[in-house]
């Protein structure tokens, strides 16, 4: 019978040839040998499955998973499923690791019996080379028991303190399985968060390593940023999701104002989005859309919990919000925008808006 392996590793794969054998490589070289390494392959055209094949020919640890085509959650979904080990991990193909993360990051979690380890990383830019650490100096070493984790950790994902991301993360297998927290299939974005929120509200114990260990490459042409149509609509869904684990978990009134303020700088950034580069629709239809999500009922619910921003552009798009004032939003927005990109005095433009714009829908 075949020991338990101590971690399996999932690596969900599409169209990545170009990074796919760094990647594998730092996996393979991992000095926690009792792994399971899950590659699945999400329907690629490329050479990703042929190299997967390769390397499983290569090292009995490693099990590969054709599919078709249906997207990152689908591919992570299937990897869950198979997975056999004590905790999972995720790399996503196009990052590397360091030879220790997983040994240090199982270890940590043993010591402790945690249901989940964290690490810092590293992003690293492709355009320029450079690197930047990313730490969480909040985080204990150690959040034991129910009320530490939902203080220390739920709180900070929630509230967009702590990064979702999965990859500088193990999760216990048995935490996941039981309560089914797979990666929402129907949510083309923000799924990460989704994830990483509903599987530490089941938490008792998770373990932070202060030591970056994984390094993710910020792509020159990376999406964080640009405009999509249907990115409030993936927001309010994830503010439902987050309004469930409140109210199953009974959180305190502060918790929740941290949630509603977090929701209300993504739907600012949402509106400023509107503006950017990759969107080009007309005026009207902008003017629509901003409109709409101005008068959201799950906005305006978050606005009755906080009554100023965090700065002035934030302060005047709220009284524009709550006025009802489109245009000044508008005009506000596409300043911002421009403003980001030039440098120039934030402060001293949105005084002349607030002196120019009357209150008019």
């Known amino acids: 019978m075949k020991p338990v392996p101590k971690v399996s590793i999932i690596v969900p794969m599409y169209n990545v040839e170009r990074y796919l054998i760094a990647c594998l490589e730092t996996i393979t070289a991992q000095t926690l040998h009792e792994l399971e390494i899950i590659l699945v392959n999400d329907g690629s055209p490329d050479r990703c499955g042929e190299i997967a094949e390769r390397y499983a020919k290569e090292d009995q640890r490693i099990t590969v998973i054709h599919k078709p085509n249906g997207g990152i959650s689908t591919a992570r979904n299937v ?34 019996q945690a249901d989940a380890a964290i690490c810092a990383f590293y992003e690293w830019y492709e355009d320029s080379g450079q690197q930047i650490k990313v730490d969480y100096p909040f985080l204990k070493p150690a959040a034991e ?3 530490a984790v939902q203080e220390g950790v739920l709180l900070p994902l929630l509230s967009g303190q702590l990064h979702a991301f999965t990859w500088n993360k193990i999760y216990k297998t048995s935490i996941l399985k039981s309560h089914d927290i797979q990666s929402p299939e129907d949510m083309p974005l923000m799924q990460d968060i989704v994830f990483n929120q509903n599987a ?21 042409t990376s999406n964080t940023m640009k405009f999509r149509p249907d990115i409030f609509e993936a927001l309010l869904r994830l503010m ?44 009207g239809e902008r003017k629509t859309r901003i409109r709409r999500m101005m008068a959201s009922e799950a906005l305006q619910q978050a606005l009755t919990f906080t009554s100023t921003g965090r700065n002035t552009f934030e302060d005047t798009l709220l009284y524009g919000i709550r006025t009802g004032n489109t245009t000044m939003v508008m005009i506000v927005s596409m300043i911002y925008n421009r403003l980001m ?5 934030l402060k001293r433009s949105i005084s002349v808006v607030k002196r120019s714009v009357t209150p008019q829908a």
């Open 145 to 147: 028991g129910e009320t």
């Open 240 to 283: 439902k999701e987050k309004e469930l684990i409140l109210d199953r978990l009974s959180l305190s009134q502060s918790s929740r104002l941290a949630v509603n303020e977090w929701f209300i700088r993504q739907t600012l950034k949402v509106i400023g989005m509107e503006y950017g580069k990759t969107n080009h629709l007309s005026y």
């Open 341 to 345: 990109s030039t440098g120039r005095s």
């Open 79 to 112: 990897g869950i499923r198979a997975a056999s080990g004590e905790y999972i991990g995720f790399v996503d193909p196009d990052d590397w690791i360091r030879p220790q993360m997983f040994s240090k990051l199982y270890e940590a979690a043993i010591h402790s």
């Open 200 to 220: 530490v509200s089941y938490m008792s114990c998770v373990v932070y390593v202060d030591e970056p260990l994984y390094y993710f490459r910020r792509h020159s």
